[in-house]
């Protein structure tokens, strides 16, 4: 908040101007850099492809990811409000990384894999549009 002086003619006054605070930061985000830090330190936890639920959605591009491949880092992309999170995964012998994206699911299994405590997604519990609608869906 800032208090700006404003002088119209004869009168003096003063202003209140409400900043909104530019952040490019989000929790998701602080929880992106969390588990990288704990994918590079030799904790002795390796996530593997074929541990996550990589599930395709749609407007997903299909990208085949060995089963045996080892998640390296993640990465994110768009609105930092809202980011596509992305996997990066590297086989043994293969020099080539696939990245993939991450969905609620394969988020909740990584972190809990990594023994993180972090929220993804939307809690159904806490999605109020949700309980509004099954109570309008519900025979009488």
Partial sequence: MAIVPIHSGTLGSLIVVRRRPVTTHTIEMAQIKEINAKLKTPSGVVVMASELPLEVQPGDRRVPVNSS????????????????????????????????????????????????????????????????????????
């Fill in 69 to 140: 491949a080892q998640l390296t880092r993640l990465s994110w992309t768009g609105s930092p409000s809202f980011p596509d999170i992305f996997g990066h995964f590297s086989a043994s012998g293969d020099e080539s990384r696939r990245r993939v994206r991450l969905h609620t699911a394969a988020l909740k299994e990584i972190s809990h894999r990594l023994n993180l405590h972090h929220a993804w997604g939307v809690e159904p519990s806490n999605d109020i549009s949700r309980t509004r609608r099954q109570r309008r869906t519900r025979p009488a």
